[in-house]
Nanobody, 120 residues
Framework: QVQAVESGGGLVQPGGSLRLSCAVSGSIISINAMRWYRQAPGKEREWVATISSGGSTTYADSVKGRFTISRDNTKNTVYLQMNSLKPEDTAVYYC??????????????WGQGTLVTVSS
């Protein structure tokens, strides 16, 4: 069984920072690209950031310059450092990864989500 678990969400004031983590576990051979998405109440899910297996990154325009995605392959973990947070960043944040599992199978895994609330 392969799973991803996010952590690090919480309540933060505008202008503050949070660091989200997502650890992937299970019978994993390798992990390809890892991504962060978010979904605000009543809104559709939106893509936030991607980091490739080689470490290249891309960001949504809404978070560019404020958020940084990184990964630690020794821990099978992806991070999202969020700085200069705005109320509009309030959402449930989800991580996503495509993993290569035992038997050379590819499995897309989603985390359960972690809530980030930016409010005074």
């Amino acid at each position: 069984q392969v799973q991803a678990v996010e952590s690090g969400g919480g309540l933060v004031q505008p202008g503050g920072s949070l660091r989200l983590s997502c650890a992937v576990s299970g019978s994993i051979i390798s992990i390809n690209a890892m991504r962060w998405y978010r979904q605000a109440p009543g809104k559709e899910r939106e893509w936030v950031a991607t980091i490739s297996s080689g470490g290249s990154t891309t960001y949504a325009d809404s978070v560019k310059g404020r958020f940084t995605i990184s990964r630690d392959n020794t821990k099978n973990t992806v991070y999202l450092q969020m700085n200069s947070l705005k109320p509009e960043d309030t959402a449930v944040y989800y991580c996503n990864a495509v993993t290569k599992t035992e038997g050379n199978r590819y499995l897309e895994v989603w985390g359960q989500g972690t809530l980030v609330t930016v409010s005074s």
